[in-house]
């Protein structure tokens, strides 16, 4: 089977990936779960007074929530830049590979989850893509400014709330009346077909979104995911006290952050006026939460310590495209795929949080198995065969 290298600390970059589609079942399941945008707004539900389902939303949104995305933005860039520089049959083809991406994800996302972040990820991926070339400080100085720009863009959308203050409430500002919710609800436990409209209309939106304001951001980690790379971070080139030291001292500051920051949401009542300082926090806290995941698994790998965990992850890692779209259908299958069976706007956030860990632990375990014998994913098989035109090995 061929297969795409970045060799050596092959086991760096697998065990990272593996984590990282693990944590994006915990941070996407409330988007499943419930209606746009309850999950970062919990207030829009009727389940939020409950003190097992504050918890669960303040574990979800600190511990997960935006820090896998950049995670996966970050082991992007380092497939882009790796691939660039890959043997034949790979060697060159990265932007092949992303215009591929995109179809899939556009079904995935139209058809199956508007959260995709395939869509985004392939079209910045188009751009960064052309930065493998450049040089380190390059590559770096630029993916920072495009991070740094992205921010202000968010936090500058957040201040708004201190024009609205108390005029509306923040879901009123969102256009999300009670009865709205109610009625999206409805539509949902309706079944797959009856929840399409709705669901291709948020997919379109939120792709918007992202591309036009974030589109910036994801391609400034894409570059930063390259300097990961070729300064070997994600090869296991460090020592174990850089690791050590920076994991520290990334997640002594991003936890507090973000964790205060959820907290004063809660203590605000999701008032519009909260979400700039909150947001200004988590602009800070997040980067510092990812980078400090990042810098664990490295440790964990380097030094061998948890050899059965971080193989347990590079596992998932070498089928990452299919876990990530397997949940994806799995969960609106039980949300709101067959009517009246779905639990859509039915289970509480605290059990949310249990089936988030079971499903990661669930597809941690499916993975060890498929991959025994070194079969690639359904999805890798597929994605490889449009590329290449013909059977082959993943490109992941």
């Known amino acids: 089977m061929t297969q795409w290298?970045?060799?050596?600390?092959?086991?760096?970059?697998?065990?990272?990936?593996?984590?990282?589609?693990?944590?994006?079942?915990a941070g996407s399941i409330q988007s499943f779960a419930l209606v746009w945008p309850a999950a970062g707004l919990p207030v829009i539900a009727d389940d939020f007074s409950a003190p097992a389902n504050r918890f669960a939303w303040w574990v979800l949104e600190t511990g997960f929530g935006a820090v896998f995305p950049i995670l996966l933005a970050i082991c992007f860039g380092a497939w882009l830049a790796a691939l660039d520089r890959a043997p034949q049959p790979f060697g060159g083809r990265q932007w092949s590979c992303l215009a591929w991406l995109l179809p899939i994800g556009l079904v995935h996302a139209y058809l199956f989850w508007f959260g995709d972040l395939l869509v985004p990820f392939a079209l910045a991926?188009?751009?960064a893509a052309a930065g493998a070339r450049m040089s380190l400080y390059s590559r770096l100085a630029l993916g920072?400014?495009?991070?740094?720009?992205?921010?202000?863009?968010?936090?500058?959308?957040?201040a708004i709330g201190a024009i609205i203050r108390d005029s509306m409430s923040s879901a009123q500002a969102l256009g999300f009346p009670p009865e709205r919710v109610a009625g999206l609800n409805a539509i949902y436990q309706s079944g797959f077909l009856a929840r399409l409209p709705s669901n291709m209309g948020f997919a379109l939106m939120n792709h918007l979104v992202q591309i036009v304001f974030m589109g910036g951001g994801i391609a400034g980690v894409m570059l930063v995911g390259m300097v990961a790379l070729d300064s070997g971070f994600l090869t296991l080139r460090w020592t174990p006290m850089q690791y050590a030291v920076s994991a520290a001292t990334a997640l002594g500051l991003g936890l507090p952050l973000c964790g205060w920051a959820n907290l004063h949401l809660m203590e605000a009542g999701f008032a519009p006026a909260a979400f700039g300082p909150a947001v200004a926090a988590k602009c800070l806290g997040v980067p510092?939460?990812?980078?400090?995941?990042?810098?664990?698994?490295?440790?964990?790998?380097?030094s061998g310590r948890l050899t059965p965990v971080t193989d347990a992850f590079a596992s998932l890692g070498r089928v990452w495209l299919s876990a990530y779209l397997g949940s994806s259908v799995v969960l609106v299958l039980v949300f709101s795929g067959i009517p009246g069976l779905s639990l859509f706007a039915r289970m509480p956030r605290a059990g949310l949080l249990v089936l988030a860990l079971a499903l990661?632990?669930?597809?941690?375990?499916?993975?060890?198995?498929?991959?025994?014998?070194?079969?690639?994913?359904?999805?890798?098989?597929?994605?490889?065969?449009?590329?290449?035109?013909?059977r082959a090995g993943p490109p992941g």
């Open 360 to 390: 990661a632990a669930g597809l941690v375990f499916a993975a060890r198995w498929w991959t025994r014998t070194g079969r690639p994913g359904p999805a890798e098989w597929a994605w490889t065969a449009l590329v290449m035109r013909e």
């Open 5 to 25: 290298p970045i060799q050596p600390g092959r086991a760096g970059y697998e065990s990272l990936m593996g984590l990282t589609v693990a944590g994006l079942v």
């Open 144 to 158: 920072l400014g495009l991070i740094v720009f992205t921010a202000l863009i968010v936090f500058a959308g957040s």
């Open 125 to 127: 991926g188009l751009i």
């Open 288 to 302: 510092c939460l990812a980078y400090g995941y990042a810098a664990l698994v490295m440790l964990a790998c380097q």
